[in-house]
């Protein structure tokens, strides 16, 4: 398989890397479908807005979106997890001890202050396209994770830099 690694968002932004099955002729191909069935209505905010940038970057390779006998499937994944929990950089202790000759005490307990708590949720975007007939993986692009400012730039961004790795098609 052939790797290749671009940066897709600038300068601290999200990674991209791509692979693409040795036997395979990607330009040659014409048409796509979406994996997933009839390409409706998405069920969320985020699949929509990786559905139209997707299309909109197949589009501009060359590729048209046909339902009927499509050359390849496109399927994508967008993992959330969790980096951590934010934490408050500030605490309070109490603490209380007795000091001995030989023997030694204390009981102390810290309370967090101010908000954090929130989850640090990081984005991890997968592009597949994949054969109709042969239910097998024709390329593979993904990003390194990055997070999801309110805009949908981001994910503009992180979608383009997959398919910097996906040739347009051979006219």
């Given at each position: 398989m052939?790797?290749?690694i671009v940066g897709c968002a600038g300068i601290g932004g999200p990674k991209a890397e791509w692979a693409t099955a040795p036997d395979v002729d990607l330009p040659a191909f014409s048409t796509f479908?979406?994996?997933?069935?009839?390409s409706g209505t998405p069920q969320t905010v985020l699949d929509s807005q990786v559905r139209n940038a997707l299309r909109a970057e197949l589009l501009k390779k060359g590729y048209e979106e046909s339902p009927d006998a499509p050359d390849f499937l496109v399927s994508y994944e967008a993992v959330e997890h969790e980096m951590g929990q934010r934490s408050s950089p500030v605490t309070i202790g109490i603490g209380v001890g007795t000091w001995g000759r030989h023997v030694g005490g204390r009981v102390g307990t810290s309370v967090g202050?101010?908000?954090?708590?929130?989850?640090?949720?990081?984005?991890r975007l997968a592009i597949r396209?994949?054969?109709p007939d042969r239910s097998r993986e024709l390329w593979v692009g993904?990003?390194?994770t990055f997070?999801?400012?309110?805009?949908?730039r981001v994910?503009?961004?992180?979608?383009?830099g997959v398919m910097r790795g996906f040739p347009g098609k051979r006219n």
């Amino acid at each position: 398989m052939l790797y290749s690694i671009v940066g897709c968002a600038g300068i601290g932004g999200p990674k991209a890397e791509w692979a693409t099955a040795p036997d395979v002729d990607l330009p040659a191909f014409s048409t796509f479908d979406w994996a997933d069935g009839p390409s409706g209505t998405p069920q969320t905010v985020l699949d929509s807005q990786v559905r139209n940038a997707l299309r909109a970057e197949l589009l501009k390779k060359g590729y048209e979106e046909s339902p009927d006998a499509p050359d390849f499937l496109v399927s994508y994944e967008a993992v959330e997890h969790e980096m951590g929990q934010r934490s408050s950089p500030v605490t309070i202790g109490i603490g209380v001890g007795t000091w001995g000759r030989h023997v030694g005490g204390r009981v102390g307990t810290s309370v967090g202050v101010g908000g954090g708590g929130d989850p640090n949720l990081r984005y991890r975007l997968a592009i597949r396209a994949i054969d109709p007939d042969r239910s097998r993986e024709l390329w593979v692009g993904a990003t390194t994770t990055f997070e999801l400012p309110p805009e949908a730039r981001v994910i503009d961004r992180a979608v383009a830099g997959v398919m910097r790795g996906f040739p347009g098609k051979r006219n």
